[in-house]
């Protein structure tokens, strides 16, 4: 299966993809997480990323579709995989369907995480996360066995640089303006999921989708 994770920030992507990676053993591909990792690391690609994601805006839309070109290539990703936050334009969602189609392959589903922009703000405030990992835990709903260590590895837990009020909301706007023109593209691929709801109740929404 060939699956899409789309919706706002905070709205629980990077939190049921290792579930569903774990669940029905597809690899997990995140722009977000390889954008962090390549600035993290200062290579020429992070340092022309970087700007884009601490203001909140998009990193261009060529940066990303060469990483997920190069990332689907890859053996472990041959039974499928999860797209966590591309596409995110529609040349993006284009250019995808073109590499596809390429290789005789296309997406299956697309999975809508509807949340109200409202509840975004404490899910992003309260959220503490596991940079090598991508792993991430929250005060409130999710919290850590020891408050600020990671359960797997006991390495510190940070805060993420765009998670603030401010960047917060340019991250609000992109995805309005940008990202949710994608979710009509696929319309006749789409299942709308109450993303609001629990994480456990959010999983059993996904299962359910994909056992169709
Ligand atoms: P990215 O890393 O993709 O960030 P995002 O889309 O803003 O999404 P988040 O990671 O913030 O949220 P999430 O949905 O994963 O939520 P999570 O599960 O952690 O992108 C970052 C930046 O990189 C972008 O701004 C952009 O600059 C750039 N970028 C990335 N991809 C790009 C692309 N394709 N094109 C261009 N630029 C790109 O959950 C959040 C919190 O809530 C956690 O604390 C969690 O524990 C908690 N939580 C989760 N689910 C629930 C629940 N059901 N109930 C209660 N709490 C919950
Ligand atoms: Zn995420």
Not at 32 to 45: F, I, N, Y
Not at 88 to 106: F, H, I, N, P
Request: hydrophobic share 40%; proline share 6%.
């Amino acid at each position: 299966k060939r699956i899409i994770l789309i919706g706002p920030p905070g709205c629980g992507k990077g939190t049921q993809s290792p579930r569903i990676k774990y669940d029905h053993c597809l690899c997990h591909l995140a722009t977000g997480d390889m954008l962090r990792a390549a600035v993290a690391a200062k290579t020429p690609l992070g340092m022309e990323a970087k700007k884009a994601m601490d203001s909140g805006g998009l990193v261009s839309d060529e940066i990303v579709v060469g990483l997920i070109e190069e990332a689907t290539k890859s053996p472990e990703c041959s039974k499928g995989f999860i797209l966590d936050g591309f596409p995110r334009t529609l040349v993006q969602a284009q250019k995808l369907d073109e590499m596809l189609a390429k290789r005789a392959q296309s997406i299956d589903k697309v999975l809508d995480f509807q949340v109200p922009d409202r509840m975004l703000v404490d899910r992003i405030a309260g959220r503490w996360v596991h940079p090598a990992s991508g792993r991430s835990y929250h005060e409130k709903t999710a919290p850590p066995k020891v408050p600020g260590v990671d359960d797997i590895t006991g390495e510190p837990l940070i805060k993420r640089k765009d998670d603030n009020v401010e960047t917060l909301k340019a991250r609000l706007s992109a995805f309005h303006e940008q990202t949710a023109p994608v979710i009509q593209y696929y319309a006749k691929k789409v299942i709308q999921l109450q993303a609001q709801k629990s994480a456990d109740e959010v999983s059993k929404q996904i299962n359910a989708a994909l056992a169709k």
